[in-house]
């Protein structure tokens, strides 16, 4: 091994602005403050996750985070950032990250990392949809049970220079927020009116039936005292009961 160059293990995190060249044609000044502005937030939630930044290239970034779960959190804390700042821009003029995490073995020399934990870092982050995590395998089964996040297999991807298939999953989103989230408007609306209904169709029938009832004595009623009018008889009739 080179003097000065050090391995050990890291996890990374390769991140981009998906379609920054076209961004860029359409107002180079205007994405570059842009770009600048998400930085200076991005930087600091890596550094709240004790991520280290060792690469920038243009629009791109390289992370090394000393666990897997502090990548993936941070990867997270990110994209949930970049989404709020979206949320009241034009589709074509919005700025989103592809991000890739990876686990493995790296070289360092100086404040440069090489090799293949970080060449699988950066082949998941072209794979990862804008707005999208990615992560291998390794990192999965390292973040699974520790982070409230949900995961979708993604099954292998044969990717550029890399001689294995690498098995990848996507991050989905925030568990605690899914199962918190109320029910969809639509949802209790329908089953109120599913209760409205049900309390009237109880009144409507209860109703009946007292009218039934009302109906049916006072019928035996009249038909007693008619029996007695034309029979004339001081003894009741034979329907009467009383």
Sequence with gaps: MDEGVTRRLAAIMSADVAGYSRLM????????????????????????????????AGDSLLVEFPSAAEAVSCAHAVQVF??????????NKRMQFRIGVNLGDIMTEGTDVFGNGVNIAARLQELAEPGGIWMSNVVHDQVRHSLKLRYEDQGEHRVKN?????????????????????????????????????????????????????????????????????????????????
């Design 162 to 242: 890399i001689s294995e298939p690498v098995r990848s999953y996507r991050v989905l989103g925030d568990l605690q927020e899914r199962e918190e989230q109320p029910l969809p408007t639509h949802s209790w609306q329908s089953k109120r009116r599913w209760a409205i209904g049900g309390a009237l169709a109880v009144c409507v029938i209860a109703l009946a039936l007292l009218g039934w009832f009302v109906f049916d004595f006072g019928k035996v009623g009249s038909d007693i005292a008619t029996c007695k009018d034309h029979l004339g008889l001081p003894v009741p009739c034979p329907d009467d009961r009383q």
């Design 82 to 91: 970049m989404a709020e700042r979206n949320a009241d821009v034009a589709e």
């Design 25 to 56: 044609e359409a107002d180079e000044t205007g994405t570059l403050a842009t770009l600048r502005a998400h930085r200076v937030v991005t930087d600091r939630v890596i550094a709240e996750h004790n991520g280290r930044i060792v690469g920038t």
